[in-house]
């Protein structure tokens, strides 16, 4: 039987959480959803949006996480996962599997994404390069 226990109720509104910088990249702003607190660590929910135009992007890495999702809420993102370069536009819906590497190096300036990760402290780790990344496209 499910443990109703292990996590509690939350419910965050658009104004409870503000979008912040120091997460992850710092090109991009966070706004938490109160997941990992619910959960007490095993899931994290945040809102990730553009904050500045892509340079160099995440550069080529792996997540240390049992399951990720990504899903584009608004805008476009380029990623190469391994040797395919992949468009994921408002509406799609990516899952990275385990330990797949990975490189984010062009979005939109509206780009936002819901990204849904277990364990909520996942580790992002700098790997060999899979392929050549294409250059971004300048914000105008």
Do not use: C
């Not at 419910?11 to 710092?26: A, E, F, N, Q, S």
């Not at 992007?57 to 584009?72: K, L, P, S, Y």
């Not at 040797?83 to 994921?88: A, G, R, S």
């Not at 990975?102 to 996942?122: C, G, K």
């Amino acid at each position: 039987m499910l443990d109703r226990t292990a996590t509690k109720f939350s419910h965050v509104k658009p104004g409870d959480t503000d979008y912040v910088g120091g997460g992850l990249r710092d090109f991009f702003l966070y706004r938490d959803l109160g997941i990992a607190d619910a959960t007490h660590g095993k899931v994290i929910a945040h809102l990730v949006k553009a904050n500045l135009p892509p340079e160099k992007g995440t550069g080529w890495h792996r997540h240390e996480a049992d399951f990720q999702i990504v899903i584009m809420v608004k805008g476009w993102a380029r990623f190469m996962y391994e040797d395919q370069e992949t468009l994921v536009e408002a509406g799609d819906v990516v899952h990275q599997r385990p330990g797949i590497r990975h490189y984010l190096f062009d979005y939109s300036p509206d780009m936002e994404y819901l990204e849904i990760v277990s364990p909520a402290d996942f580790k992002s780790v700098d790997v060999e390069p899979a392929a050549e990344v294409p250059e971004a496209t300048p914000w105008k």
